[in-house]
């Protein structure tokens, strides 16, 4: 246990006995215990395998590599469509937790073979994301080719961010307007949330 990581157990209201089962249960798997993101991620070899972490409705295990993992029980969540890597195993119950320790162990020893054998996610290339038709047309447009170079210099990472806030509106006029908002961001080299 690592004593920086207490708070976090302390302070929780909701779904603190369960969050105490989950950190005795990953504990026993030998991993080392830290806090990042403000919640405690185990790692092995300086490698993070998994994190726990509390919602409203649920707390939940979540696993780096969770899409490597063979899942043979089904309880791997994919939390958004756009979410590439990480899988999460979601609880609503102490019972339901010690009901499935011995899976959740076994889910974790996979995670750290994953992590051992060097096995890495294929992640989508930023040209396969949607690249909606507004946005498309600015970059078309007269005096959107410096857009176009900015945005193509700007990180895949940056480029994906972009694309997922530019789609995500149902309504065009609500597209142009995030677009609008942003190619200052793009044109100086920023990221969505810098």
């Not at 696993?63 to 756009?82: C, R, V």
């Not at 930023?126 to 193509?152: D, H, I, V, W, Y």
């Not at 994906?160 to 006029?173: C, E, M, V, Y």
């Amino acid at each position: 246990m690592n004593p920086k990581v207490d708070f976090f157990f302390t302070k929780a209201k909701k779904w603190r006995e369960e969050l105490e089962q989950l950190r005795m249960i990953v504990l026993d798997c030998h991993l080392t215990e830290e806090l990042k993101w403000g919640v405690p991620c185990y790692t092995f070899n300086k490698h993070n395998i998994v994190l726990i972490h509390a919602f409203k409705d649920y707390c939940a295990l979540l696993f780096f590599k969770g899409a490597l993992l063979k899942d043979p029980k089904g309880m791997l969540i994919q939390q958004t469509e756009n979410v590439q890597a990480a899988r999460q195993i979601r609880f609503t119950s102490a019972g339901q937790i010690v009901k499935l320790k011995v899976s959740l162990k076994a889910y974790i020893y996979e995670g750290i073979e994953v992590e051992e054998a060097g096995l890495k996610v294929e992640f989508k290339k930023t040209k396969e994301f949607n690249m909606p038709e507004e946005f498309q047309n600015k970059l078309s447009a007269r005096g959107g080719l410096a857009l176009k170079k900015a945005f193509e210099a700007l990180t895949p990472g940056r480029q994906r961010a972009f694309l997922l806030h530019f789609s995500a509106p149902k309504q065009s006029k609500t597209r142009e307007s995030r677009i609008e908002k942003c190619v200052p961001q793009i044109l100086n080299g920023k990221g969505l949330n810098e």
